[in-house]
């Protein structure tokens, strides 16, 4: 079945939130690592070519002429330093909007999902930000219709308008079951890295180190899903990030966002979301970091920055690959370091729940960088600990060896998405916050 669109006006074609999956081939050309601040002065090509890959992201015009006349602008390079994206007014107050739509639309994802035949959720920014939920199997979208826009008006009424509720094939129930059957395929000889959800193709995604063999195997182990969902596949690597040096990683001397920690000669990792739990406050970075270790000083510039713990809970079936480093000094409140300019920043609300199309940014010790989240519910094998992680989340946003560990954040940097874990195809990967709260029984948000 086709998907039927609930939208005022004329029919609105249901595209993906990132545009289409050739917004991958952006991300592959784009350079490596951070866009550094003297990019902002000069509006280097770098600069440029990044603006356009965010913008495309955002359904704003991304042709490169455009581009690098608004970088000459005062706003273009207030945009620049505030979100990493070169922005009119307008379209700065835009991103601001679709920033809140995780807030707005949390009671009717709550009641939505569970409507039987639910089919996820999404922002499709080519439809100016629309807020998208989908369900397989009604013939009542009117009234679900309804109920979203009103759940969606009593948390603030000028959202009302940006509903559209969709008529689908597959629920998300059916989509989990067709990503947990390939996820059973996995085995010493298999190329599959990892399986997850794409809720705006209502499809499965295949992440896999040689996509023809992972096709094979799917088909002849699972004829079977031949008459189901829609499953696409993506060729690239699954690979946690840590650095094992400042030379190897690229990176430069410019400290781009988090803080660089690291055990002696065991590598680095950036340094994320500082964790309350009563009075006392601790560090999240990623699990892989320094696996192998359950204790150890762990400094930062050169300066002793605090010891390993033994929290890990990078384990086999696992929601998180996080853990927590026990910090010297005493903090203040629930902060991480943004960036060079920021510094400390506090977090005042946390994300339980990343959908495709969310507005995120990465804070890492060599990469600040924007994007949107593309694949959700995707499982994998952690190629630190060969274990299966699940729960994490895809997102478009460049990165880099070092990065894990680094804060993933709304535009604004305020509402807590997640750590970052590393690399699915090209993809940033993380594990969200919500799932580092439940292992640790602390809270990242502000009292």
């Keep these: 079945m086709g998907a039927r669109t609930l939208a005022a006006g004329s029919l609105i074609v ?25 990019d902002v002065v000069s509006g280097s090509e770098s600069a440029v070519i990044e603006s356009a890959r965010v913008r495309r992201l ?26 990493g994206v070169f922005l009119s007014t307008s379209e700065v107050d835009e991103v601001l909007a679709r920033d ?14 569970r409507q039987p035949g639910f089919a996820g959720t999404y922002i499709d920014h080519n439809a ?24 969606i008006g009593e948390v603030d009424f000028a959202y009302r308008d940006r509903v559209r509720v969709d008529e689908v094939a597959y629920s998300l129930d059916q989509l989990r079951g067709v990503r947990d059957a390939i996820l059973a395929l996995r085995g010493a000889s298999s190329t599959i890295s990892g399986v997850g959800i794409e809720p705006s193709r209502n499809a499965v995604v295949v992440t896999a180190t040689d996509t023809v063999l992972a096709r094979q195997q799917v088909d002849a182990n699972l004829p079977e899903l031949g008459a189901g969902p829609p499953i696409l596949y993506l060729e690239g690597e699954n690979a946690d990030e840590t650095c ?29 979301f500082s964790l309350r739990d009563g009075l006392d406050y601790d560090v999240i970075t990623a699990g892989h970091c320094w696996y192998t270790y359950n204790s150890g000083t762990i400094t930062s510039g050169g300066q002793s920055y605090g010891s390993i713990s033994s929290a890990n809970v990078l384990d086999p079936g696992t929601w998180c690959d996080c853990r927590l480093i026990e910090t010297n000094d005493e903090m203040t409140g629930p902060i991480y370091y943004h960036s060079d300019t920021v510094k400390a920043k506090t977090v005042t609300s946390r994300e339980a729940t ?14 600040q960088s924007s994007g949107t989240v593309s694949v959700v519910d995707y499982s994998y094998t952690s190629g630190t600990c060969g274990c299966t992680v699940h729960g994490a989340v895809l997102a478009d946003y460049l990165h880099q060896n070092g990065d894990s560990g ?18 699915a195809s090209g993809l940033g990967r993380f594990s969200t916050a919500w799932w580092a709260e439940q292992y640790f029984g602390g809270t990242v948000v502000s009292p």
Excluded: K, M
Excluded at 354 to 365: K, W
Excluded at 406 to 423: K, M
């Design 14 to 38: 249901v595209l993906s939130a990132i545009g289409s999956w050739d917004a991958h081939a952006v991300h592959a050309e784009t350079p490596a690592g951070d866009v550094h601040s003297q």
């Design 58 to 83: 955002l359904g704003f015009r991304d042709d490169l002429g455009y581009v690098q006349a608004l970088a000459q602008t005062q706003d273009g390079l207030r945009s620049f330093a505030d979100y």
């Design 100 to 113: 809140r739509i995780p807030v707005v639309r949390a009671p009717a994802l709550a009641w939505g999902s």
């Design 128 to 151: 100016g930000g629309q807020i998208v939920l989908r369900f397989a199997g009604r013939s009542d979208l009117s009234e679900l219709d309804g109920e979203i826009r009103r759940l």
């Design 244 to 272: 094992g040096s400042r030379a190897s990683c690229g990176g430069s001397s410019t400290r781009r966002g988090g803080v660089r920690v690291e055990r002696g000669s065991s590598g680095s990792c950036t340094s994320g």
């Design 354 to 367: 990343p959908s495709e199309g969310d507005v995120v940014r990465l804070a890492g010790q060599y990469t």
């Design 406 to 423: 680094g804060s993933v954040t709304n535009s604004t940097g305020g509402r807590a998405f997640g750590i970052h874990t590393g690399s």
